[in-house]
C-alpha cells in the first residue's frame, strides 16, 4: 500500500468551521493526489502536488486549498465547510517505480452538518 | 474536457457467471488503467494498457485495449465472492493526470 496514511479516517464537522485532513506516506513518491468520492461520480480530482511547495489544481478544487512542506505530508484545508462538501477523501500517491500506477490511502469520511 | 464513459453502472450477477464492463473515450488515449475498490475500501491499481489492440490476462480477468485506443473493457469468467466491488477505469490525461470513470459495481446475487 506505499505507506499512505490518512487523519482523521472519520470526522463530523459542522457548516462553516475549517477542516483539514492529512495524507502522510513513507516511501518519498514525488507526486501526491487529493480525490473526492462521490457516488455516481467515480474519483475527482481537487489538487495534486508534484514535489514541495509545488502543487496544482485539479477538476474540483473550489473551496479546498493544500500545502505541502515536506515530501512525505499532503495537507487538505477546507477553509469554510460546507454540506456539498460531504464526501470520501481519497489521498494516492503516483508510484515513482512503476509508470503512472496510483495507490491510495484508507480515506476520511467526512460529513459536513 | 477529456470524459471517460464507463457502463454499466450496475451489473448483478450469479455465481459462477461472467461480468464485463465498459470505457470509453471520444479522443484517442494514451492509456488507459483499472482499479479494483471493495465495499468500504479504497481503489487499488489492478493493470495499465498503453498499446492499440492490447490484451492483458490476470488469472479469470481478461483486459482489452481497443484497435482505435478510444475504448477499453473488463471481463471476468466465472464470478466469485471475492470479485465483488466496484471497477473503474481511468485514463491519462495530457498533463498526465487521471480522469476517471464513474465505476461499475458487481453485485453477486443470492
Known amino acids: 500500500d506505499a505507506g499512505i496514511t490518512q487523519s482523521p479516517r472519520h470526522k463530523v464537522t459542522e457548516t462553516g468551521t475549517p477542516v483539514t485532513l492529512r495524507c502522510h506516506q513513507t516511501e518519498n513518491h514525488r507526486y501526491m493526489y487529493w480525490y473526492r468520492q462521490d457516488p455516481g461520480h467515480g474519483l475527482r480530482l481537487i489538487h495534486y502536488s508534484y514535489g514541495v511547495k509545488d502543487t496544482d489544481k485539479g477538476e474540483v478544487s473550489d473551496g479546498y486549498s493544500v500545502s505541502r512542506s515536506k515530501t512525505e505530508d499532503f495537507l487538505l484545508t477546507l477553509e469554510s465547510a460546507t454540506s456539498s462538501q460531504t464526501s470520501v477523501y481519497f489521498c494516492?500517491?503516483?508510484?515513482?517505480?512503476?509508470?503512472?500506477?496510483?495507490?491510495f490511502g484508507p480515506g476520511t469520511r467526512l460529513t459536513v452538518t | 474536457g477529456q470524459q471517460v464513459m464507463q457502463i454499466p453502472q450496475y451489473q448483478h450477477v450469479q455465481e459462477g457467471e461472467d461480468f464485463t464492463t465498459y470505457c470509453n473515450s471520444s479522443t484517442t488515449l494514451s492509456n488507459i488503467q483499472w482499479y479494483k475498490q471493495r465495499p468500504g475500501g479504497h481503489p487499488v491499481f489492478l493493470i495499465q494498457?498503453?498499446?492499440s489492440g492490447e490484451v492483458k490476462k490476470q488469472k479469470r480477468l481478461t483486459f482489452q485495449f481497443g484497435e482505435a485506443k478510444k475504448n477499453s473493457s473488463l471481463h471476468i469468467t466465472a464470478t466469485q465472492t471475492t470479485d465483488v466491488g466496484t471497477y473503474f477505469c481511468?485514463?491519462?490525461?495530457?498533463?498526465?493526470?487521471?480522469?476517471w470513470g464513474a465505476g461499475t459495481k458487481l453485485i453477486i446475487k443470492p
Open positions: 494498457l498503453v498499446k
Open positions: 481511468a485514463a491519462m490525461d495530457s498533463n498526465y493526470q487521471l480522469i
Open positions: 494516492a500517491i503516483r508510484h515513482r517505480d512503476r509508470a503512472y500506477e496510483q495507490y
